[in-house]
C-alpha cells in the first residue's frame, strides 16, 4: 500500500493571519499549548510565573502559578515570594518536604489499617452482645443460633466432665446439666441469683 505524502508539520510564516475564524482557533490552540509549556516550566524549575492573552474578540485569559495576583504583587515589589524566603533556600527544603510527606504517607497508611482493625472489632462485639441481650428480644434466627451455641457448649462441658472424672480416684459426677442440680450437697445454684 503507497502512502500518500502529507504536509506534515510546516514552518508557519509569522504574519497576521487574515481570516477571523482561522485566527481564533489558532489563538485557541496556542494559548492552550502556552499555557502548559509554562505550567511544565513552573514544575520542573519551581518558578513563579504568570501568563494574561486577551483573545481576538477582547476575551482575557490568563494562567498563573501560584497565581496571576501573586506573581504580578511580587513583579510590584508589594509582596515577597510566595514561601516568604528567598529562591536558593527551597532546593534544600525539597528533600526535606518529600521525606515528611513519605512519612505522613506510612502514618496515613498505618492509621487506616487501625481503623479497619477497630472497625472489625466492633463488628464482632455487636455481633457478640446479642447473646447478652434478654431471650424475649431475640428473633427466630438469633434464638437458633444461641441453642446451637449452647447445644456445642453442653457436648464440651459433658465431655471435660468426662475427662475429669476419669482423672479422679472417686469418679461421680459434678453437675447434672438435665436437673441443673449440684451432684455434691454442699455446692447449691440458684438460678434467680446469677445476675
Known amino acids: 500500500m503507497e502512502r500518500k505524502p502529507n504536509a506534515g508539520r510546516k514552518k508557519i510564516e509569522m504574519k497576521l493571519i487574515q481570516s477571523s475564524d482561522a485566527r481564533q482557533v489558532t489563538f485557541s490552540k496556542r494559548r492552550s499549548g502556552l ?3 509554562a505550567s511544565e516550566l ?3 524549575c ?4 504568570a501568563i494574561i492573552a486577551f483573545s481576538p474578540g477582547g476575551k482575557a485569559f490568563s494562567f498563573g502559578h501560584p497565581s496571576v495576583e501573586a506573581v504580578i504583587n511580587r513583579y510590584d515589589g508589594q509582596t515577597q515570594a510566595v514561601d516568604g524566603g528567598d529562591q536558593d533556600g527551597q532546593e534544600g527544603d525539597l528533600p526535606e518536604l518529600i521525606q515528611r510527606y513519605n512519612a505522613l504517607l506510612d502514618q ?6 487501625r ?3 477497630i472497625k472489625n472489632m466492633l463488628e464482632e462485639m455487636k455481633a457478640k452482645t446479642w447473646l447478652l441481650t434478654p431471650m424475649e428480644n431475640l428473633n427466630l434466627t438469633q434464638l437458633q443460633i444461641v441453642k446451637v451455641l449452647m447445644e456445642n457448649l453442653k457436648k464440651r462441658v ?3 466432665q468426662e475427662e475429669l472424672s476419669k482423672k479422679s480416684r472417686n469418679p461421680r459426677p459434678f453437675l447434672d446439666l438435665n436437673t441443673v442440680e449440684a451432684a455434691d450437697p454442699s455446692v447449691s ?5 446469677m445476675e
Do not use: C, D, G
Open 189 to 193: 445454684y440458684n438460678p434467680t441469683q
Open 108 to 113: 496515613l497508611e498505618v492509621e487506616k489499617k
Open 35 to 37: 499555557f502548559k509549556k
Open 46 to 49: 519551581q518558578s513563579e510565573i
Open 115 to 117: 481503623a479497619e482493625a
Open 42 to 44: 513552573a514544575t520542573l
Open 158 to 160: 459433658n465431655q471435660r
